[in-house]
C-alpha cells in the first residue's frame, strides 16, 4: 500500500484478528440457538463460519477469497432456500450484536460496522409467516407460493 492509498475499513479494524473474533462471538451465540441452529447444514458450524469470515472480510477490504472460492455474493440468492422472518432476523442480529460489541471498536467503525449488518439483515428476511414444521419459523422455505394474511395476526390465532 502506498503512502497516499487510503487504508481499507478491514485494516482500519484490525484486519483479519478482528473478523475471526467477529465471526467467532456471533457463531457462540447460533450454536446455542434453537431457531437458528437449523438454518445451518453442517453440524459443525465450521464451514459456515470460514463463509461468512471470507464474505465479511471481502466486503470490507480484505482478502477475495470468497469470491474465488465461491463467485459472486448472491446473498438473498443463498439465502432464499431457508424461511427467514422477522423473529430469525432479529435472532441474528442479537448474536450479532453481541459480536461486535466484542470487539470495542471506536465509536465510528462500530458504527458503520452495525449499520451495515443491520441492513443485510433486514435484506435477507423472505418471509413473514412461520414455518408450520419449525417452531421459529426456519427451516427449508415451503414449496409453492406463500399466502399473506390481509389481517394482522394475534397471540390467539
Known amino acids: ?3 497516499h492509498e487510503p487504508m481499507s475499513f478491514y ?3 484490525g484486519g483479519h484478528e478482528t473478523f475471526v473474533r467477529l ?3 456471533f457463531y457462540d451465540g447460533v450454536a446455542s440457538d434453537a431457531v437458528l441452529k437449523p438454518m445451518y447444514p453442517e453440524e459443525d458450524l465450521g464451514p459456515a463460519k470460514q463463509r ?3 464474505f465479511l472480510e ?3 477490504g480484505g482478502p477475495t477469497t470468497y469470491s474465488q472460492e465461491r463467485g459472486h455474493p448472491r446473498l438473498r440468492m443463498r439465502h432464499m432456500p431457508f424461511h427467514v422472518n422477522p423473529d430469525a432476523r432479529d435472532r441474528w442480529l442479537s448474536h450479532m450484536r453481541a459480536a461486535v460489541d466484542a470487539l470495542d471498536l471506536p465509536p465510528l467503525h462500530e458504527a ?3 449499520d451495515y449488518l443491520n441492513r ?3 435484506a435477507m428476511v423472505n418471509t413473514f409467516e412461520r414455518s408450520p ?3 421459529g419459523g426456519i427451516g427449508p422455505a415451503p414449496t409453492g407460493r406463500a399466502e399473506v394474511p390481509l389481517t394482522p395476526r394475534t397471540k390467539e390465532s
Open 1 to 3: 500500500m502506498s503512502e
Open 11 to 13: 485494516d482500519e479494524i
Open 23 to 25: 465471526v467467532d462471538v
Open 52 to 54: 461468512l469470515l471470507m
Open 58 to 60: 471481502q466486503y470490507w
Open 112 to 114: 458503520t460496522l452495525w
Open 120 to 122: 443485510a439483515a433486514h
Open 133 to 135: 414444521s419449525e417452531p
